[in-house]
């Protein structure tokens, strides 16, 4: 209240007339009579209410100390010393807003006219003006706030009327367009964009002012040799009565957004292709500190391998487990333990039994982690091997074949035990071992070349596949050794040598 009142000597004011004073006292405008001396001489009830004190309370009492606050107190008695020396102000007859302050502190804001009376000072007229400036305040701080974000959001803003032209276009709209919204104001879209783009925006700006509702759509819209799409959002613009006057358009840029999650989705499908196409069932297998286990993921390789789908793996880890066979299912259990325990990977091999009753010959290979909780996970693979098995065993029996048949094409065929000294014998059909057949041998060598013989017994004992050839009586003689072990039956798991000998010049 900066240059209105100051404090002089107090001067009486003349008796009100009865009428006035009932009118001073029904108004809702409060009420001020001030002397030169800025000491209060009257104070209607709406001044009570106002400000809080009681007309009894302010009498007689400076009004700068009762209404004004106190940062403002010195410019407020520096002006009013200065009217009351010239004679002149700015504030008198005219409506004036400045701060005041109630009783108990509290800051307001009211509006005076402000009336000098010649000797008895001044009056003034005083309205309560706090919740609409504090109205006024907030509103600036909205129109502030949307100001901002509507400047420097990244979302492409407008507003447009039932015509389509332009009302408004934010920071956004300026920078991608490089228009000015000055420009803008007044412009219709099919300025700015193909004609074709135009028409589907002002079909679908048509439909949101037509009824009246909000809209989201997925527009494309083409910059040079770049194709963006937007996703824009259309809201009806309306007035207090509800009546529509415009719309409101947001689009925001998705094209980043979409082509990362179009990559992403084709990096996902190649990483599932790999997966799923990989041979073998990939997994991951869980063992909880308490012994429960599951799989958390199988490839769909378990169809192949188990006859069971992925989705059935996950919901039973046991319809995986129970297909081991019987003979194998002690072997497997130990192996997950023992890898459980020392986290070494896990390897092992055994065969499964399938629903449809055929046995499949599995290899299972993975490597296990601790989780913090003291769960062991397994991530890992198992390949079918029945295929390789097969072969492996058609191999064998085709390798025993042709081993018959080189013992029945030979001059001399015997298989020779290895005893601890590496002196050979023949086992007999009684378990007892005959003569060393190395005079069959030495039979079948001229003189000067019996003595390698020696030589080929080391080589076999070491394990070394053994065919040479050396000269015979009637010409050249192929020897041929084979070193096996047989822990089984007799023999007691000691070494085995096939021995063949085939006298080349005699086949002749």
Request: charged share 25%; glycine share 8%; with cysteine.
């Amino acid at each position: 209240m900066a240059d209105v009142f100051t404090a002089q000597a107090p001067l009486s004011a003349p008796p009100a007339a009865p009428v006035r004073e009932r009118a001073l006292d029904a108004t809702a405008l409060a009420f001020l009579h001030v002397d030169r001396a800025g000491l209060i001489q009257d104070w209607n009830p709406a001044a009570e209410r106002l400000f809080g004190w009681n007309r009894a309370e302010v009498l007689g009492r400076a009004l700068a100390d009762t209404i004004v606050p106190a940062s403002l107190r010195s410019a407020h008695n520096a002006g009013f010393a200065r009217r009351l020396v010239t004679g002149e102000g700015d504030t008198l007859g005219h409506r004036v807003e400045v701060p005041a302050i109630h009783r108990n502190g509290r800051e307001l804001r009211v509006s005076m006219i402000i009336d000098a009376c010649g000797d008895d000072g001044f009056t003034a007229f005083v309205s309560d003006q706090t919740q609409w400036y504090e109205a006024q305040q907030e509103l600036q701080r909205s129109s502030t706030l949307i100001s901002a974000i509507l400047q420097h959001t990244t979302a492409v803003i407008s507003a447009k009327d039932l015509d389509g032209r332009y009302l408004f276009v934010n920071g956004e709209y300026e920078r991608v367009y490089q228009v000015t919204a000055a420009d803008m104001v007044g412009r219709s879209e099919a300025e700015m964009l193909a004609a074709s783009v135009a028409a589907v925006g002002r079909a679908h700006d048509v439909q949101v002012t037509a009824t009246g509702t909000a809209r989201t759509v997925l527009e494309e819209i083409p910059f040079g040799d770049d194709i963006r799409q937007y996703v824009v959002t259309r809201v009806p613009l309306t007035d207090p009565d509800g009546s529509v006057y415009g719309v409101c358009t947001i689009a925001i840029d998705d094209t980043s957004r979409r082509r990362d999650a179009d990559a992403l989705a084709a990096g996902e499908q190649r990483f599932w292709n790999t997966i799923n196409n990989a041979p073998g069932m990939l997994y991951q297998y869980r063992m909880e500190p308490d012994g429960t286990t599951s799989f958390t993921f199988v490839s769909e390789g378990c169809r192949d391998i188990f006859q069971l789908e992925p989705y059935q793996v996950i919901e039973d880890a046991n319809l995986v487990l129970g297909t081991i066979a019987p003979e194998d299912q002690e072997g497997f259990v130990a192996s997950v333990m023992l890898s459980q325990q020392t986290l070494e990977p896990w390897d092992w091999r055994g065969s499964t039994i399938r629903k449809d009753g055929s046995r499949r010959w599995l290899y299972g290979v993975s490597r296990p982690h601790r989780e913090p909780g003291g769960a062991t996970v397994w991530d890992g693979m198992l390949l079918d091997r029945t295929r390789e098995r097969d072969t492996e065993l058609d191999l064998a029996a085709v390798r025993g074949d042709l081993e018959n048949l080189v013992d029945r094409l030979a001059s001399v065929s015997f298989t020779a035990l290895a005893g601890p000294d590496g002196a050979v014998a023949v086992p007999a059909a009684d378990g007892t071992t005959g003569p060393c057949p190395v005079a069959a041998l030495e039979a079948l060598i001229v003189p000067a070349e019996r003595a390698s013989l020696a030589e080929l017994w080391s080589a076999a004992l070491r394990g070394e596949r053994v065919d040479t050839a050396r000269t015979g009586p009637d010409g050249p003689v192929h020897i041929r050794m084979r070193n096996r072990q047989d822990g089984a039956g007799r023999t007691g798991g000691r070494t085995l040598i096939g021995v063949a000998c085939f006298d080349l010049g005699r086949a002749r």
